[in-house]
T-cell receptor, first 113, second 113 residues
Framework: NAGVMQNPRHLVRRRGQEARLRCSPMKGHSHVYWYRQLPEEGLKFMVYLQKENIIDESGMPKERFSAEFPKEGPSILRIQQVVRGDSAAYFC???????????FGPGTRLTVL | GENVEQHPSTLSVQEGDSAVIKCTYSDSASNYFPWYKQELGKRPQLIID?????GEKKDQRIAVTLNKTAKHFSLHITETQPEDSAVYFC????????????FGTGTSLTVIP
């Protein structure tokens, strides 16, 4: 069973461009969580999704950020019109139904020039 | 919302000594407390977790204790080895609801050979 997959692992964007981060959960996992980690800080929750539903987006910035987890394919975290402050590592985690354990992917390190 | 504090932020120990990392939480409804180890540039990996219906849990050289009344929990690593060097994060959540994890700010542990 492959672990949580994220791609790309590194992403460089210029200010104003769009960033798309992808997360494929572990097989059988229907819950996906996105977290952001700033340098030398802990992980901050952004959004929790199940297939085709956003369950909790209380950690998402109100503007420029969106997330989806379609019926088919990976979960996508989309950041429009990126700014330098968006530079961070973005981790997704997945868990199977009924489990509290979250398994993390390797992260996408976004750098905004 | 929940607030998790973690101490110390850095910790250096001699190989073979014990290391203790402490966390406090604010929300008495939290009942699931995982600990993650993150090596440089890698994904956070679950090393041990504890639920509020137990006071202590051990797994080889790693143990976690929980004091619900005082709202704090601790990670204990005995007989430390250089490969234990990493950043350790505690987290708190409300189990069985798919809730987000609230993470501490991390402890950078260095084990000196």
């Amino acid at each position: 069973n492959a672990g949580v997959m994220q791609n790309p692992r590194h992403l460089v964007r210029r200010r104003g461009q769009e960033a798309r981060l992808r997360c494929s959960p572990m097989k059988g996992h229907s819950h996906v969580y996105w977290y952001r980690q700033l340098p030398e800080e802990g992980l901050k929750f952004m959004v929790y999704l199940q297939k085709e539903n956003i369950i909790d987006e209380s950690g998402m910035p109100k503007e420029r950020f969106s997330a989806e987890f379609p019926k088919e394919g990976p979960s996508i975290l989309r950041i429009q019109q990126v700014v330098r402050g968006d530079s961070a590592a973005y981790f997704c985690a997945s868990s199977p139904p009924g489990s509290d354990t979250q398994y993390f992917g390797p992260g996408t390190r976004l750098t905004v020039l | 919302g929940e607030n998790v504090e973690q101490h110390p932020s850095t910790l250096s120990v001699q190989e073979g000594d014990s290391a203790v990392i402490k966390c406090t939480y604010s929300d008495s409804a939290s009942n699931y407390f995982p600990w993650y180890k993150q090596e440089l540039g890698k994904r956070p990996q679950l090393i041990i977790d504890i639920r509020s219906n137990v006071g202590e849990k051990k797994d080889q050289r790693i143990a976690v204790t929980l004091n619900k009344t005082a709202k704090h929990f601790s990670l204990h690593i005995t007989e430390t080895q250089p490969e234990d060097s990493a950043v350790y994060f505690c987290a708190a959540s409300i189990a069985n609801t798919g809730n987000q994890f609230y993470f501490g700010t991390g402890t950078s542990l260095t084990v000196i050979p």
